[in-house]
């Protein structure tokens, strides 16, 4: 799962680019999103990336551009926004199920090893302290 909060993460940081939103939002769809398998993706979130899918191929494509250029072509503006939106929101909902599923880890706490759900970089650094 790693590999698409990091693909989310990068279509995310392509839209917050500058220049037109039509064209950030081509290159960050078809440079990061467009080869994930919505079956690979946790349960929650196969809707979303699904109409997502759907809004950036639902054009039929001519002249040997492709579906996605050929949909964000036809979208409004409004439309875009709303795409780019959604992919924000996928990044949000993504990095939310990935702290939700975050493995226990050993903290030290007195002495004695608790299992807890505190992020790395708490346990890390509960180490360097006790020791």
Partial sequence: MSNHVDSLFAAVSVLAGSGNIKQRLIQAYEG?????????????????????RDLMSRVEPMNGEGSVCASVRKMSIDEANECAGIMVRLYGDIIRYADNT??????????????????????????????
């Fill in 32 to 52: 990061h999103l467009a080869n994930i398998d919505v079956d690979d993706l946790p349960l929650a979130l196969t809707q979303a990336f699904a109409d997502l």
């Fill in 102 to 131: 975050q493995e226990l880890l050993p903290l030290q706490m007195g002495g004695a090893t608790v299992k807890s759900v505190a992020p790395p970089f708490l346990v890390k650094s509960s180490r360097l302290r006790s020791g």
